[in-house]
């Protein structure tokens, strides 16, 4: 099973139609969840990082929130440019040793945003 | 700052051989991390270090081996290449995590490796 559930896998959106990214996890002890985005033949550059539940950032035309057993990456009036695979990872507190500083990621959501 | 940087960009290699992903990093990050992606995974951890002379083993470490000589470099050695090593590798790296709560990773842009 697992441990962080990216839905749905891709998602196409009209310019300016705002949606959802859904990131759910069922690891305990989590210490952070953190949101990436990936362009094609690119690395993952980072968005957002959230440490406790409710809590919320905001940048451009995201914004991700965090609950007790998922979040959400918030895209409202996207643009073309808004295109690409959004990541989710989390760091929680499985065992002593290598475990801890590992971050599960998720398989991503592919965005595509037509003009 | 050209942040995190890797090479080669694109490495086709036979069976059996062996060759070295470089990954440097100038932001002066105490941690750096190897990740290998495959089609519809998610990125899985191979090695990471949280200092020069500090590796240890992330959850699929096997036919990889790391050092790490100085802050700057880490680089990640194949032996033995085999087909289920084709991937995309990314390097990353990070300022050390205080008060168990980790930082952001910032990656390379990756190695593309095929092994026929």
């Known amino acids: 099973e697992d441990q962080v559930t990216q839905s749905p896998e891709a998602l196409r959106l009209q310019e300016g139609e705002s949606s959802s990214l859904n990131c759910s996890y069922t690891v305990s002890g989590l210490r952070g969840l953190f949101w990436y985005r990936q362009d094609p033949g690119k690395g993952p550059e980072f968005l957002f990082t959230l440490y406790s539940a409710g809590e919320e950032k905001e940048k451009e035309r995201l914004k991700a929130t965090l609950t007790k057993k998922e979040s959400f990456l918030h895209i409202t009036a996207p643009k073309p440019e808004d295109s690409a695979t959004y990541l989710c990872?989390?760091?929680?507190?499985?065992?002593?040793?290598?475990?801890?500083?590992?971050?599960?990621f998720g398989k991503g959501t592919k965005l595509s945003v037509i003009p | 700052n050209a942040g995190v940087t890797q090479t080669p960009k694109f490495r086709i290699l036979k069976i059996g051989q062996s060759m070295t992903l470089q990954c440097a990093q100038d932001m002066n990050h105490n941690y750096m991390y190897w990740y290998r992606q495959d089609p519809g995974m998610g990125l899985k951890l191979i090695y990471y270090s949280v200092g020069a002379g500090i590796t240890d083993k992330g959850e699929v470490p096997n036919g990889y081996n790391v050092s790490r000589s100085t802050t700057e470099d880490f680089p990640l050695r194949l032996e033995l290449a085999a087909p289920s090593q084709t991937s995309v590798y990314f390097c990353?790296?990070?300022?050390?995590?205080?008060?168990?709560?980790?930082?952001?990773?910032?990656f390379g842009p990756g190695t593309r490796l095929t092994v026929l």
């Open positions: 990353a790296s990070s300022s050390s995590w205080t008060s168990g709560k980790a930082n952001e990773q910032f």
């Open positions: 990872a989390v760091h929680y507190l499985a065992y002593s040793g290598a475990g801890s500083y590992q971050l599960t």
